[in-house]
């Protein structure tokens, strides 16, 4: 096997991830395509890591990670704030910057 | 003859990977993509979160495979461990049984964004397939000196800058966390006396409120009791069911109830009368 597939898999991954931030209108969903996308894109950089046979692929796939941890805390407070003001997760009630 | 074996492997590396790493990939991707694609269509987010964790627990075994070892476990560990679970504890929070509405409020924005998918997977994936991707090296030589070694040494010589950043943007974030959820208390507790002169000067439903379905044939929490006119009386349920709308009705089960009764009766009758015309 190429492992040039791994990157079509990263490619597939990241664009079901890209469909999904544009299909689904709840939140926490757009959210957790948004991981997806994240995901595909480390598998990218660990692919890519072993092609060149050094490890700063690996490097960025890990603060890749760690942006992802916080980035999820961050949307994560934001969505359950948006819930308590609104009593829904949808992303189409969340059409006014104010509260 | 070892060197030249090795030199030997080398070479067919430069080009593939080892069958059994083939057939991991083609089994494993298959339902990595399967995961992806129940993590944008199933309708539950409890779900989609579990497919989700699927896909990445998947995709640590593929960082295991590529000889990312720190990173395949990390994955494990953040990813399902952490970050899955976080999303499951929002997901009990925000209500499990907020699906999501199905109406469009956009006209064919559906078929659009496929549409959008689409091309876009195929940009990609010709990027990928024009990119002359030959070079092979294998990790070998850099893992050589262990691979959680080798992260180190980069971490903390070349990228130790962006490794300090690291640390202040977790703090930035734990404190954003702390700051988007919490709410003050801007004005202290009422005391039952206050709250009972309050409901006196509103002067709505002085008594406690009736319990539910006292009036009514069933007595479940959730069943409206019935005023002397038979219909429903709202107060009677507690405010965390109306508010989600659980309340169920009874007031026309009765009546149901006797019509059905009066329907078999006459049925039995209509029989009985024929018999006795039969016996006739």
């Known amino acids: 096997m190429n492992p040039v597939n791994y990157l079509y898999l990263a490619a597939l991954l990241f664009t079901i991830g890209a469909t999904g931030v544009l299909i689904r209108r709840n939140a926490i969903v757009v959210f957790m395509c948004i991981e997806l996308m994240l995901n595909a894109c480390n598998l990218a950089f660990v692919a890519f890591s072993r092609m060149h046979g050094n490890l700063d692929g690996q490097i960025i796939a890990f603060f890749t990670m760690v942006v992802a941890a916080a980035e999820v805390v961050v949307g994560l407070a934001i969505i359950v704030s948006l819930f308590r003001s609104r009593h829904s997760a949808s992303v189409d009630d969340a059409s006014l910057m104010k509260l | ?280």
Not at chain 2, 5 to 20: D, I, R, V
Not at chain 2, 101 to 129: D, M
Not at chain 2, 246 to 273: F, H, P, T, W, Y
């Open chain 2, 1 to 280: 003859m070892s060197a030249q074996l090795a030199a030997h492997s080398t070479s067919l590396a430069a080009y593939s990977t080892s069958t059994g790493e083939a057939f991991q990939f083609w089994i494993l991707g298959t339902v990595a993509v399967i995961g992806a694609l129940c993590t944008v269509f199933m309708k539950k987010a409890v779900h989609s979160a579990l497919c989700l964790a699927g896909t990445m627990i998947i995709l640590a075994v593929f960082y295991l495979a590529n000889g990312a070892y720190f990173l395949g476990i990390v994955q494990v560990v953040v990813y399902t461990g952490a970050i899955m679970m976080l999303f499951l504890f929002v997901v009990m929070l925000v209500g499990v049984t907020a699906a999501d509405s199905l109406k469009e409020t956009i006209k064919g924005q559906r078929w659009l964004a496929l549409l959008c998918g689409l091309g876009f997977g195929i940009l990609l994936c010709a990027g990928i397939g024009n990119a002359s991707l030959s070079e092979f090296n294998g990790l070998a030589q850099a893992n050589s000196g262990g691979n959680v070694e080798g992260l180190a040494a980069l971490i903390f010589t070349k990228y130790v800058f962006a490794f300090e950043i690291t640390g202040a943007l977790l703090i930035t974030a734990a404190v954003g966390a702390m700051v988007l959820t919490h709410r003050e208390r801007t004005e202290r507790a009422k005391t039952q006396r206050e709250l009972a002169e309050e409901r006196v000067r509103a002067n709505k439903q002085l008594p406690p409120l009736p319990a539910p379905g006292v009036y009514a044939r069933h007595n479940a929490v959730d069943i409206a009791g019935l005023l002397p006119d038979g219909t429903p009386s709202e107060l009677t349920v507690i405010k965390t069911l109306r508010d989600r709308g659980q309340i169920r009705d009874v007031s026309n089960e009765a009546i149901k109830d006797l019509k059905a009764l009066e329907q078999r009766s006459e049925e039995r009758l209509g029989r009985e009368e024929r018999e006795e015309e039969a016996a006739k």
